[in-house]
């Protein structure tokens, strides 16, 4: 069965756009890009678009690859202290030379809709969290939607960074899995994935994950994206082939991105409600 990522955004925004009609509050998104990387120009494009659909205000600040640092800082102290912007995300990732980490840390906590601060990661570590990163916040809300409880199975995270694998890891075991993670240096991957009652890839290469190393049954989520020559995207995961032997798996596109998306915009009604 095919998890419905494109459908389950498209509640995710209607109710965030319910919830800014019947509170009357307006949350503001800045969302700061600096440089003109084609792919974050997209991302930018993508959120100012779901924010005019779902009523949040969005400021774009597009700063020139060469501004510098000290601009990009003063630029975030000043939307920090801004009443009217709720969420600060900045595009990453940042142009060479810019210090991508200073540059999170320096977004307040109450407003960094992305969950990539340490404060905010800290809090997703001890489970008293206000915002979760938005992709394996999207990957939990499609399994709670198709009713697949992460309670007691074994979930095989593969990919283990700070804004996809690490705190996905994390959320399945807030929800009681075991989870095991893997990386670039696991050795014998297949082993480990054929485990899996779930199964989560966040790697970025094409057809990383073959038939051949799934469970019959398994829930199979596909974070990666690869761009395919000649236009399009893909995931990690062989779609076909492992489609035939997966109970549940997200499609590539039209799963988990589009969640990534919605819950951008959720982040930031939370951000507008907890900061009115
Ligand atoms: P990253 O490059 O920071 O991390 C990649 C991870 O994959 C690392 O942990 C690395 O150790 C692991 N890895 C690399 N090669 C491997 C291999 N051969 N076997 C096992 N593990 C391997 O990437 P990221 O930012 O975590 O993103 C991962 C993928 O997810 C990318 O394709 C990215 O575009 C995609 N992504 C999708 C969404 C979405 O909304 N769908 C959001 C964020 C990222």
Redesign the pocket.
């Known amino acids: 069965m095919v998890l419905d990522g494109k459908g389950l955004a498209k509640k995710v925004l209607e109710n965030v756009k319910a919830q800014i009609e019947s509170t009357g509050l307006t949350p503001g998104l800045a969302v700061v890009i600096v440089g003109d990387n084609p792919a974050s120009r997209v991302y930018v494009n993508n959120k100012k678009k779901d924010c005019a659909e779902c009523g949040i205000k969005s400021e774009e600040f597009a700063l020139p690859e060469n501004a510098g640092e000290g601009k990009l800082l003063a630029l975030i102290d000043e939307l920090n202290n801004r009443k009217d912007i709720h969420g600060i995300l900045v595009q990453l990732p940042l142009p060479v030379g810019y210090a991508q980490e200073k540059v999170i840390q320096a977004i307040s906590p109450a407003k960094d809709v992305d969950a990539f601060h340490m404060l905010n990661v800290g809090r997703i570590f001890t489970g008293n969290y206000s915002f979760l990163p938005c992709?394996p916040a999207g990957v939990i809300e499609l399994l709670d939607a198709y009713d697949i409880d992460p309670k007691g199975k074994h979930c095989v995270v593969?990919?283990?960074?700070n804004?996809?694998?690490k705190p996905m890891a994390m959320m399945l075991l807030h929800r009681h899995a075991t989870v095991t993670i893997?990386?670039?240096h696991?050795v014998d991957?297949a082993s480990f994935t054929r485990q899996a009652d779930i199964l989560v890839c966040?790697?970025?290469?094409v057809n990383?994950i073959t038939a051949d190393m799934v469970k019959q049954g398994a829930v199979v989520i596909d974070?990666?994206?690869?761009r395919k020559e000649g236009g399009g995207i893909c995931g990690d995961v062989d779609y076909e082939a492992v489609s035939e032997k997966a109970s549940y798996i997200t499609p590539v596109p039209g799963g988990?991105?589009p969640m990534?998306r919605a819950l951008l915009m959720r982040n930031t009604l939370e951000a507008a409600k907890n900061l009115n």
């Not at 974070?223 to 690869?226: A, D, K, P, T, Y």
Request: charged share 5%; hydrophobic share 45%; with cysteine.
């Open positions: 992709t593969v990919g283990h960074s804004i996809v694998g893997c990386h670039i696991t991957l966040a790697v970025g290469k990383l974070v990666g994206i690869n988990v991105g990534t």
